[in-house]
């Protein structure tokens, strides 16, 4: 009735009767009435759920439980099913499964199966529910031609309703209207539907389509390669890795013989195996001794082990374990001057010093020495100043970072640089397997650089005064 | 519409009146020959302690689990559960006297007995210096040390404590709610249902903190070295399902013979179904959530105790107790479980009246399978592989014991009920609990 202007220009349909009551009671008796009359499409509407209204309706009861049991026991056997498939079906030929060994367990074995069975029961009752409930009450729905009348707005507040719909076999206009009111209607009012505008927009249709064609390309394609054949290996991301000719590691040695009388391949049985003793890897002989160890060559061989500690010796990892049971006995090594090896003095003849490297130097001496060295060798990096400022507190122990550019450290050879950097000295730990040997040349070509430069960073000297005050 | 609905109770009788009150002497009369020829019929106080302890929990259970349906209505100010309040405050009520039922399991715990208890053994409760203790300890090959500190917990006087404790605390809330209950019968005084339900909130924890430890003390204490802290809620929920069978058949009884035909409806009786497969389930859940992670974490200390039940022997002889593990899955969880679900059969009176002594002949199979093996294995610990379920059930002797504790509860109820209004005649929701319909 609001409407009116609206509604005369267009086309409309009687869909019911609705009736307006005042209280919870009259509806209920009105909707007893209306059974009582023989009408069937009938539906009330109230603010609240009305105690007795489905039998006053005629309702029958809903299928819905039937409906969630179905799917229920259909969830159980799936959840089941799934799991029986997964773990345990290997012996399908259709479809094999995984069998994974789960803590010893069956690989089907019923208890460790309930719990999801039982969380796919709860799931797929829970959806049967929610979505059954949608379909049954023909959810959802885009527009209802009740939400045209304005007074059914007060529905959700204080007013109850009653709908006779023209479907209904015993609908009659004016004889329902009066019934309608006889049955205590405060009000009673006509419900159309507007059938002009019940189409879709055709734009929504064309996108609704689109989407629906969009939404096949994935599987299509997904038919298209199972039906296809293909002549190209399969993609593989790091091919060399899915095919190796090797045992993996903690495995049994290949059996040549029977489970009865195996005959290992290696008599131990083990698919590991140490490398021979002396066998050095490829690449790594190292034999040019200035380049690799800083020594002249002919003073350091092979065969003459010097007592100075295993420098000498050939495989790093040796020299390196009799250096750890050498040194301890001689804190600050230069007290061992007496056996020290004969260093290079000059860079070994394939390291050429150039701006090029230099400059490679700085870069790795800013990244691997600065920290307790300071940037210009003076001592004075944050590392060795804190650790300075803690150890004058009493909250450490510490030997200071040597300044590079200290007299007695400038009259070391290139040599001895080199095997500072590569084993260390003192408490300096050895960077041998962080930095390779070209870049310990490097760094050593720049320390020769900025040593005696006596120049001190500006931004350091305060951190170096304070840490000298403490 | 909602104008006060005038609450009037319309039945003939509301009390148990003259053939109750006969059926005292006769009840005392059944429960004195069930428990005494269990006693003569199993020659051996130890076989009787055990059966006369799986009666005892079974029935313990079901008087707790009333005073929890007690708790909670009030708690949760129940209208549609007003006109069976009061039998489940009856049923609560026989908490108290339960206490002088337990003596024969008290009693020789308290002397020293290590019959049923065998924590209660020389060398378990060990007491004097630090060093004796230490000295005994270092002797007693079995059981091995751990129990020293569990001995600070389960030793005869603690015990004795805890069960005095118990028993107050239970017969207290108990009395509490029946008093009050009843004296609003008379005065029809609306501010003791405010007292009532504010009383329940503190009660209801209390009642949650004694049954936890009592579960442990009654049945799980049997096994000593073993723990589940699932025990609880397991045996609380067999506790309520017992409980809500137990009130619905005596609703069903009480109306057979023409009390309180009015008040209580077929509705009631539908909430009692729907209560009684929710609880169904839950003991189903709660059954299983407990043995999942024993048997999953597969530990010796905790599996050993479902071994028993549902492993055969070590020398691959059966024990029998896999047939009724196998009876509680089937007969305790899945039947009742389809047959309860559906609403017809919860609303019909016939079907409940089978349906709830159908559930309480398992709730006394669930117990028995608790308590009994315990039995066969401290019989059979010295004398090779565990003669199981054979030895354990004696339908002589246990079968006349239950019976008998049924004729102590028939007693007990008709003792507490005897003249007094079967439902509670003025609360100020009965009104609800008559208009209480299902939708």
């Not at chain 2, 059966?51 to 079974?58: H, I, Q, R």
């Not at chain 2, 050993?304 to 089937?330: E, H, K, M």
Request: some cysteine; aromatic content about 12%; proline content about 6%.
């Amino acid at each position: 009735m609001t409407e009116k202007t609206k509604s005369e220009v267009s086309e409309q349909k009687l869909v019911g009767l609705l009736a307006q009551y005042e209280d919870p009671g009259s509806l209920i008796s009105a909707c007893n009435h209306a059974r009582e009359s023989g009408y069937k499409k009938i539906d009330a509407f109230s603010p609240f759920p009305v105690h007795g209204i489905d039998p006053a309706l005629g309702i029958p009861r809903t299928i819905l439980p039937f409906f969630v049991l179905i799917i229920g026991l259909t969830g159980c056997a799936v959840g089941l099913g799934m799991q029986f498939y997964a773990n345990a079906a290997d012996w399908s030929p259709l479809f094999p499964g995984y069998s994974f060994m789960i803590s010893g367990k069956p690989f089907f074995s019923l208890p460790a199966n309930i719990p999801v069975t039982f969380e796919v029961v709860i799931l797929s009752s829970a959806l049967a529910t929610f979505l059954g409930m949608w379909a049954l009450n023909r959810l959802p729905r885009l527009a209802n031609p009740l939400h045209r009348i304005s007074r059914f707005k007060r529905v959700t507040n204080d007013k109850f309703f009653l709908l006779i719909e023209t479907k209904d076999p015993q609908f009659d206009r004016t004889e329902t209207e009066s019934q309608l009111s006889s049955w205590g209607a405060s009000v009673v009012e006509e419900v159309k539907e507007d059938l002009t505008d019940q189409q879709l927009p055709s734009w929504l249709q064309l996108a609704g389509l689109m989407t629906a064609l969009l939404l096949l390309i994935p599987p299509v394609l997904i038919f298209r390669a199972e039906g296809m054949t293909n002549r190209k290996p399969r993609l593989h991301v790091v091919p060399d890795m899915d095919w190796q000719d090797k045992y993996k590691t903690q495995t049994l040695s290949p059996n040549l013989g029977d489970e009865k009388h195996p005959k290992f391949l290696f008599v131990d049985g083990r698919a590991m195996q140490e490398p021979i003793p002396g066998t050095i890897a490829r690449g790594d002989l190292d034999t040019d001794s200035e380049y690799f160890r800083g020594i002249k060559s002919g003073t350091d061989a092979f065969a003459t082990v010097s007592s100075a500690g295993a420098r000498t010796s050939l495989q790093d990892d040796t020299r390196q374990d009799d250096a750890a049971n050498d040194k301890p006995a001689e804190p600050n090594s230069d007290t061992a001057a007496t056996s020290e090896p004969d260093w290079v003095t000059q860079f070994p003849t394939n390291v050429e010093v150039n701006l090029e490297l230099l400059e490679r130097g700085q870069d790795r001496f800013n990244i691997y020495c600065s920290v307790c060295h300071g940037y210009a060798g003076n001592g004075d990096g944050l590392v060795n100043t804190r650790a300075l400022a803690l150890a004058a507190a009493g909250k450490a122990q510490w030997t200071a970072a040597k300044s590079l550019n200290d007299p007695e450290i400038i009259k070391n050879p290139v040599g001895r640089i080199f095997d500072t950097i590569s084993y260390g000295r003192g408490t300096m730990g050895p960077y041998k397997d962080q930095i390779p040997v070209e870049d310990r040349w490097a760094i050593v070509a720049y320390v020769r650089a900025i040593q005696g430069t006596g120049i001190k960073p500006e931004s350091t000297t305060k951190a170096e005064e304070d840490a000298v005050a403490e | 519409m909602h104008e006060a609905r005038i609450a009037k109770i319309t039945s003939p009788i509301v009390s148990l009146k003259d053939n109750y009150v006969r059926l005292i002497p006769i009840s005392l009369i059944v429960a004195a020959a069930g428990i005494g020829s269990a006693l003569l019929l199993s020659l051996d106080m130890q076989r009787f302690s055990y059966a006369y302890l799986t009666s005892f929990c079974t029935l313990m259970s079901i008087c707790l689990g009333g005073l929890f349906f007690v708790i909670i209505m009030n708690l949760t100010r129940a209208g549609w559960s007003v006109t069976l309040r009061r039998i489940a405050e009856i049923i609560a009520m026989c908490t108290l006297p339960m206490f002088f039922l337990y003596l024969p399991i008290l009693v020789p715990v308290l002397t020293g007995s290590d019959a049923v208890y065998v924590w209660n053994a020389e060398g378990w409760s060990i007491h004097g210096t630090e060093a004796e203790k230490q000295a005994a300890l270092a002797e007693a090959d079995y059981p091995p040390p751990i129990e020293a500190l569990k001995a600070l917990y389960l030793n005869r006087y603690f015990f004795g404590i805890r069960m005095v404790a118990y028993f107050l605390a239970w017969g207290g809330m108990a009395w509490f709610f029946l008093s009050n209950s009843l004296k609003q019968d008379k005065t029809g005084d609306k501010s003791l249902s405010v007292k009532m339900q504010k009383n329940s909130t503190w009660m209801l924890i209390l009642f949650a903190a004694t049954l936890v430890f009592a579960s442990f003390d009654f049945e799980m204490s049997l096994a000593p070295f073993w723990f589940s802290t699932m025990w609880p809620v397991y045996f609380f929920s067999g506790s309520m399902l017992s409980a809500l069978a137990t009130i619905t058949l005596i609703c069903l009884l009480l109306q057979r013979t023409g009390r309180v035909t009015d008040e209580i409806t077929v509705e009631h009786y539908h909430d009692m179904g729907k209560l009684m497969f929710a609880f169904v389930v839950f003991w189903g859940y709660i059954a299983f959530s407990q043995f999942l992670l024993i048997w999953y974490a597969n530990i010796p200390e905790e599996t050993f105790w479902y071994a028993w039940r549902i492993n055969p022997a070590s020398d691959g002889s059966t024990t029998g107790w896999q047939w009724v593990s196998l009876l509680l899955l089937f007969g305790h969880l899945l039947i009742p479980l389809l047959a309860l679900m559906a609403r017809t059969v919860r609303r019909s009176k016939n079907f409940l009246f089978f349906a709830t002594i159908y559930l309480l002949i398992m709730h006394w199979v669930d117990h028995f399978w608790i308590v009994m093996p315990q039995y066969t294995e401290i019989t059979t610990a010295h004398t090779g592989p565990a003669a199981g379920l054979a030895l354990s059930f004696n339908p002589l002797v246990d079968i006349p014991c239950v019976i008998g504790m049924a004729g102590v509860f028939v007693a007990l109820f008709c003792l507490i009920a005897r003249d007094r209004p079967l439902v509670p005649l003025k609360d100020p929701r009965l009104g609800e609990a008559l208009a209480h319909h299902n939708p």
